[in-house]
């Protein structure tokens, strides 16, 4: 069950839009050309926040500005959406994380926001994802993210006391920059540089276990197998595989939003609560026919079609609901062919592991 006094980490999506392309994403991958998702670009209101931040969060440490397929401050009044959590909840006991491609908007948007951060806890920080040191290069994956608006955009949030953080992407094409990219950050007064693979072991577990995204019957993959870091996490993967007969229903799920130091959910930019960011895809839009199908038609026709929505809940009833309480963490534990509460298949790629 979810023990609502125990929440501590909430993340907030809060738009479905975005300026870039970037290839791996969903919404380029499946929306791009059908309104960003297939209920065109939505995004979370004043009245959605009035409703999730109406009540006091005692034990609120993190709040993480991330989702699945747009990026949070483009929406228009993300500073205002930031403001009302600072009016209701103690900020300064608040860890806020936003992440960013920071291509947009001016940089005294970027100097405001330094401004506003300062409301949160000290430690608080812009992830800024850059995966080159020249525009060309950024651009092979943040496709039409201009590099040089990213710098200027930087460059006034970090000049006004703002915490920021380089995020670069391992890709075998952007390996040979990695060394100057660190070195640049620390030139311009990023805190630090954090290197990241691109859903390798995902990738390979889902492969496994039989199971690939897949849109109007062509496979989408964003499996990057041959970065420096990509390579050790593939054969780690590969390792724990063989070790057993059956990884879908034999590995153990520790989910990341029940963990001691990330308890919580996260909110879509529909204004649906879902436990983790690894859902609202899996349950909001799939396609008939695609191999998981079954398994979202099963837990879709289980409730009413708006049970999780702050447009039509309050936040406590959702959380009350039997899904968080029950039948989520039931499925944890059961098999992927149970008639009731089946295990999830987006749960075993993304949480699954073998016990050592």
């Known amino acids: 069950m979810l023990d609502i006094d125990k929440i501590n980490y909430m993340m907030l999506e809060f738009t479905s839009a975005c300026n870039a392309r970037c290839p791996a994403c969903a919404r380029t991958h499946h929306f791009v050309n059908s309104g960003i998702t297939p209920h065109g670009s939505r995004q979370l209101t004043l009245e959605h926040m009035q409703n999730l931040f109406g009540v006091k969060w005692p034990n609120l440490t993190k709040i993480n500005i991330d989702g699945n397929y747009g990026d949070s401050m483009y929406h228009p009044q993300s500073l205002e ?13 608040i860890k806020l994380y936003i992440d960013s491609n920071g291509g947009y908007k001016t940089p005294e948007f970027w100097k405001d926001l330094g401004t506003l951060m300062k409301k949160f806890h000290e430690t608080s920080c812009i992830t800024f994802g850059i995966d080159g040191i020249d525009p060309e290069m950024h651009q092979r994956y943040r496709v039409r993210v201009d590099l040089n608006k990213v710098f200027e955009n930087a460059t006034a949030f970090i000049n006004n006391g703002g915490n920021a953080e380089w995020k670069w992407i391992g890709f075998d094409y952007n390996d040979h920059q990695l060394e100057d990219a660190k070195r640049m950050s620390k030139e311009m007064g990023f805190s630090a540089f954090i290197y990241k693979n691109t859903r390798v072991r995902h990738s390979i577990i889902k492969e496994a276990i039989g199971l690939q995204d897949s849109y109007k019957g062509v496979t989408v993959t964003s499996k990057n197998v041959n970065s420096t870091i990509s390579k050790d996490i593939v054969e780690q993967a590969k390792k724990e595989l063989a070790s057993v007969k059956d990884f879908a229903n034999e590995s153990t799920i520790r989910c990341r939003f029940r963990r001691e130091k990330n308890y919580g959910f996260q909110v879509e930019h529909s204004g649906r609560i879902y436990q983790c960011c690894h859902l609202p895809g899996y349950y909001n839009y799939q396609i008939p026919g695609s191999a998981i199908y079954k398994e979202y ?36 534990n059961n098999r992927t062919d149970a008639s009731e509460n089946p295990r999830i298949s987006r749960c075993i790629s993304k949480c699954g592991s073998i016990d050592a």
Do not use: G, V
């Not at 959406?81 to 006991?93: G, N, P, V």
């Open 81 to 93: 959406m930031l403001e009302y959590i600072t009016q209701t909840q103690d900020a300064s006991k």
């Open 297 to 332: 038609e099963y837990y879709i026709n289980k409730y009413t079609s708006n049970w999780n929505s702050l447009d039509e809940h309050n936040i406590l009833d959702i959380l009350n609901h039997r899904y968080f309480q029950r039948d989520l963490t039931e499925s944890f």
